[in-house]
C-alpha cells in the first residue's frame, strides 16, 4: 500500500466532534470513540497541498466558482458509477442534509407525509419535522441481520398526502447497498404513488460488495423526479469543509432547485472546501482506492471478531458504508441503557440505536474508518464488557 492508513492522526487538540465528545464531556478516561460517521485518517497529500497553497495567499475574498467544479465532480461520478450526469445540471451546496431539507420544501407542502424506512440516519426525520412535514416510517424486513424494504408495510402505509420517499443508499445504518432489482422495485413503487425521489447517495464511494447503482438512471420516472445528493465528504474526510453536490436529470426541477438552494444560502461554498473538492476528485483517485482496501479489511476484520468472539452480538457484514450495525439485545444488558454501558463499563463510544428509529434500542451502529490498532482497541474493549454481562 502506497498510503500509510494505521497512521494515528491526533485530531484531539481540533475540537472534532468525535474526539471532543469522549474527551472533554465525559469524566471517564480512555473512551474510544468508534462512532460519527467521519474518519480518523488524515486526507490526502494533494488534498493537503492544495489547501496549504490557497492559504499562502492571505487574501479571502469573494471567489469565482467557474465550471470546473462541476465538471470534477460530474468527472468521478460518471467514471465510477456511470451516473451521466451532466455538469451544468449538477451544483454545489454546503452540506447533503441542506440539500435534503431544501428538496423537502420544494417536493411537498406544510402537512405533506414523508416515507422513511428504518432504522434511518436521524436527520431525515429531523429535517422532515422541521419543514413542518409528517414523517412515515416504514421498519424495513429484517432476515439474519439483512433488511430489505418491505413494501407491504410501505403500501399500507401510504395515502394521498405521501409526496416523497427518502432514498439511503448505501444504506446507513445497515450497510446494505441496494440491487438493480431493488431499486427497479423501489422506482416502480415512487411511480405508482407519484412519490419524489430525494436521494442520499453520500457513501456511495464506499461498497465493498457488489455494485453501487445511481437510482436516477434506472427508468424515466426516477430521471424526471429524483433529486441525487452526493458528497465528497464522507470519501476524502472532509466533512468539516461543508460541501456536497446535487445531480438532478430534469431541467425544471433544477431551476427550482437551484432558485431554492441560492435563496437560503447553501450554495454559497468556502472557498477552501473548493480547492479540497478538486483536488479530492482530480488528484486523489488512488487514495480512495486504496482507503476502500483497508476499511474493507477493517470490515472483514470486525466481522471475524464478531463471529469468532462475539456471537451473542448478531451483525451482518455490510456491503458498504463504513458502519457495523450491532444487535446487541442478546447480550444481557439492559437495552435502555446499553449505550451508556457500553461507555461506563467498556470505555468505547458507539452510534445509540435509538438515533436511527425507536424500533433499536438495544442496537449500537460501529465505525470502521480508523487506524486498524483504534478498531481493535474498541472491539476488546467492547468483548471484555459483552463478556462480564453473560452468566
Ligand atoms: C446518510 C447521510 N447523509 C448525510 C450525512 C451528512 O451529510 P452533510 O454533512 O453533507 O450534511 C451523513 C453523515 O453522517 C449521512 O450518513
Known amino acids: 500500500m502506497k498510503y500509510n492508513f494505521d497512521q494515528v492522526t491526533d485530531r484531539s487538540h481540533t475540537d472534532a466532534t468525535k474526539w471532543y465528545v469522549v474527551q472533554e464531556t465525559l469524566d471517564i478516561p480512555d473512551v474510544t470513540p468508534l ?10 497529500d494533494p488534498i493537503q497541498a492544495a489547501l496549504k497553497k490557497r492559504m499562502e495567499c492571505p487574501a479571502y475574498g469573494y471567489t469565482e466558482r467557474g465550471p470546473i467544479y462541476t465538471q470534477v465532480m460530474a468527472d468521478w461520478f460518471n467514471r465510477r458509477y456511470q451516473y451521466g450526469a451532466d455538469p451544468e445540471m449538477m451544483m454545489m451546496s454546503t452540506g447533503v442534509m441542506y440539500s435534503v431539507s431544501a428538496a423537502i420544501r ?19 426525520v429531523d ?24 413494501f407491504e408495510d410501505m403500501e399500507k402505509k401510504i395515502d394521498e398526502q405521501t409526496k416523497i420517499f427518502i ?8 450497510g446494505r447497498v441496494y440491487t438493480k432489482t431493488e431499486l427497479e422495485q423501489i422506482a416502480a413503487f415512487c411511480e405508482k404513488h407519484q412519490l419524489k425521489i430525494i436521494a442520499d447517495e453520500i457513501h456511495a464511494d464506499f461498497v465493498f460488495d457488489g455494485q453501487f447503482t445511481p437510482i436516477i438512471n434506472i427508468n424515466d420516472y426516477t430521471r424526471q423526479n429524483t433529486i441525487a445528493c452526493v458528497s465528497c465528504t464522507k470519501s476524502f474526510n472532509l466533512a468539516g469543509l461543508k460541501i456536497s453536490g446535487v445531480i438532478i436529470k430534469n431541467p425544471e426541477l433544477f431551476q427550482a432547485f437551484k432558485a431554492e438552494a441560492v435563496n437560503v444560502g447553501i450554495a454559497s461554498i468556502n ?3 473548493l480547492e479540497a473538492m478538486k483536488a479530492a476528485y482530480q488528484f486523489s483517485e488512488d487514495w480512495m482506492d486504496q482507503l476502500l482496501e483497508y476499511i ?5 476484520y470486525a466481522d471475524e471478531f464478531f463471529r ?18 450491532l444487535d446487541m439485545r442478546d447480550c444481557g444488558i439492559e437495552w435502555e441503557k446499553l ?21 433499536y434500542l438495544g442496537f449500537e451502529r460501529l465505525n470502521l474508518a480508523s487506524p486498524r490498532a483504534q478498531l481493535q482497541t474498541g472491539l476488546e474493549k467492547l468483548e471484555k464488557m459483552v463478556l462480564a454481562h453473560q452468566k
Request: hydrophobic fraction near 30%; charged fraction near 25%.
Open 308 to 325: 469468532t468472539r462475539l456471537p451473542m452480538i448478531k451483525t451482518r457484514k455490510p456491503e458498504g458504508t463504513y458502519f457495523f450495525w
Open 271 to 273: 472557498i477552501f472546501a
Open 35 to 44: 462512532w460519527i460517521a467521519d474518519m480518523d485518517f488524515a486526507v490526502s
Open 106 to 124: 420544494l417536493f411537498s407542502q406544510e402537512g405533506d407525509k414523508i416515507l422513511i424506512p428504518t432504522p434511518a440516519y436521524e436527520p431525515f
Open 127 to 150: 429535517k422532515t419535522l422541521s419543514n413542518r412535514r409528517v414523517p412515515t416510517l416504514c421498519p424495513m424486513h429484517e432476515e439474519d441481520g439483512y433488511y430489505t424494504l418491505d
Open 339 to 359: 449505550n451508556q454501558t457500553c461507555i461506563e463499563e467498556g470505555h468505547v463510544y458507539l452510534s445509540e440505536g435509538k438515533f436511527f428509529g425507536e424500533d
Open 167 to 174: 432514498l439511503c443508499n448505501p444504506q446507513n445504518p445497515t
Open 296 to 300: 474493507k479489511a477493517n470490515r472483514d
